[in-house]
């Protein structure tokens, strides 16, 4: 479908013309296969097999949040959150991923995750002002 990699990156850019919206609308499946190859592969090439915190060889990695999940199921509707998709609105890109989904990275190691971003975790620590600990956690996460 594409020639090269340029070609498939290009069709991405916003300013898309009409022709191109009508062959997008057509090559959805093809597009999100290739979107889904692109994005796993710079999962691939992202991790390392050590956790990004303690340094420690690790072969699974926690599914850590952004926000924490506590939050996000308080939010979700089905189970499902919005994305920047919504309003972008590309045919061959979801609107919504799932809770386990949605602001998730994959590289620091389980007990690292339940130890550094305890108190940010903690949805009892939100009933008063944020800590400069929680902030710092957050920060972190965001980072």
């Known amino acids: 479908m594409f020639e090269n990699d340029d070609d498939f990156i290009s069709f991405l850019n ?23 190859r692109l994005l796993g592969e710079s999962r691939k090439n992202a991790k390392d097999d050590k956790c990004f915190y303690c ?5 699974s990695f926690c599914n850590s949040h952004s926000i ?20 972008v609105n590309l045919a061959f890109i979801d609107k919504d991923y799932g ?10 190691c ?5 130890k550094i971003f305890s108190d940010y975790e903690n949805p009892d620590n939100y009933n008063d002002v944020p800590t400069a600990k929680m902030i710092s956690q957050i920060a972190m996460k965001n980072f």
């Open 55 to 59: 340094g420690e060889k690790c072969s």
């Open 110 to 114: 389980r007990e690292c995750d339940s």
């Open 68 to 87: 924490p999940a506590s939050f996000l199921k308080n939010i979700a509707v089905e189970g499902d959150l919005y994305n920047s998709n919504k309003l």
């Open 14 to 36: 916003f300013g898309i013309d009409s022709q191109s919206e009508l062959d997008m609308k057509e090559n959805t499946v093809e597009y999100r296969k290739q979107i889904g």
């Open 99 to 108: 809770v386990n989904q949605s602001g998730t990275f994959q590289l620091i």
